[in-house]
């Protein structure tokens, strides 16, 4: 979702101040993550939790794993409670930002990376070429947020896509096919 970083600056920030790291991914534009003004909200809201745990429950299943089903029932059960923490919160709001659909990712288009991950799908992994062929098979405009990050890495193991690019302006134009 970010541009990449090395892994020591991820370690630095993940290891000496745990709250520079939000502050971290809003800088590389991560607008995916929610805020803890609304974090905190729903914690302190266990009917504004259950209300989002009853709605994400309605949507098809297929892109939610196990683990996530089990969560999202027990968030549901769990509404008469007076506080959930801020962990579990924060889970219940990944899960719904997750589940979004998005048809660009930092400037580029989905369908276009798609499709041009599709036609170069032989040059990647077994696993990396499968996961293409069925998303471009389900869905060709269109991804769920939780998959943008495979998608961006398959692109630039591909070279669709600089492997660094600045901060701001990630409006690099695609590689003409």
């Not at 400037?107 to 992994?125: G, P, Q």
């Amino acid at each position: 979702m970010s541009g990449y970083q090395p892994w020591y600056k991820r370690f630095v920030l993940l290891t000496a101040f745990p709250p520079v790291l939000v502050v971290w991914r809003r800088s590389l534009g991560s607008q995916y993550m929610a805020s803890w003004r609304e974090i905190d909200r729903v914690r302190k809201d266990p009917q504004r939790a259950a209300d989002i745990a009853k709605r994400l429950l309605s949507l098809p299943t297929s892109e939610l794993s196990d683990w996530e089903l089990d969560f999202l029932r027990s968030i549901r059960r769990l509404g008469n409670v007076e506080e959930f923490t801020t962990r579990q919160a924060e889970k219940l709001l990944q899960i719904r930002d997750d589940i979004q659909e998005v048809t660009e990712v930092l400037s580029f288009s989905v369908e276009l990376l798609l499709k041009r991950c599709f036609e170069a799908r032989l040059d990647l992994s077994e696993a990396d070429e499968e996961w293409v062929v069925g998303r471009f098979q389900t869905s060709p405009r269109k991804i769920r947020r939780k998959h943008v990050g495979r998608l961006m890495r398959c692109a630039r193991e591909l070279n669709l896509v600089e492997e660094e690019y600045p901060e701001r302006g990630y409006g690099s134009e695609l590689p003409a096919a």
